[in-house]
Every structure is written in structure tokens, then in C-alpha cells.
């Protein structure tokens, strides 16, 4: 196989596997640092209302 091919697709296939590992810690984040609790966050209005309510552990657990 020619090198500049197997670059191409080495290329392709960290780029799948990174999305899908990090679709993976977004959707944990929830059950390991959970929201606040008084409030909707299921809604954007409910989000806009309880934003005061987070901390800075809720938004950095991604990185």
C-alpha cells in the first residue's frame, strides 16, 4: 500500500475513533459529576434560569 494511503487512512481512522471516545466522556459526564439540583436543565429556559447554580467542575470535566 502506498505510504501517502495508509497516512490518509491512519488519519481517517483516529479522527472516527477521538469522535467516538469523546462522544463517550460527554455522555458520562452527567452520572460523574451530576447537575444542580433545583434545577431544569432539559429546556433552554430551565438552562438560562439555573446557570448561577453551576460551578467550574461542570465545565471543566471534558478536559
Do not use: Q, W, Y
Request: aromatic share 10%; proline share 6%; charged share 15%.
Amino acid at each position: 500500500m502506498k505510504p501517502i494511503l495508509k497516512n490518509i487512512l491512519a488519519i481517517v481512522a483516529g479522527l472516527v475513533v477521538g469522535s467516538i471516545i469523546n462522544m463517550g466522556i460527554v455522555r458520562i459526564s452527567g452520572f460523574v459529576i451530576t447537575p444542580p439540583e433545583r434545577g431544569d436543565i432539559t429546556t433552554m429556559e430551565g438552562l438560562k434560569a439555573t446557570m448561577h447554580l453551576f460551578e467550574p467542575k461542570h465545565f471543566f470535566f471534558h478536559f
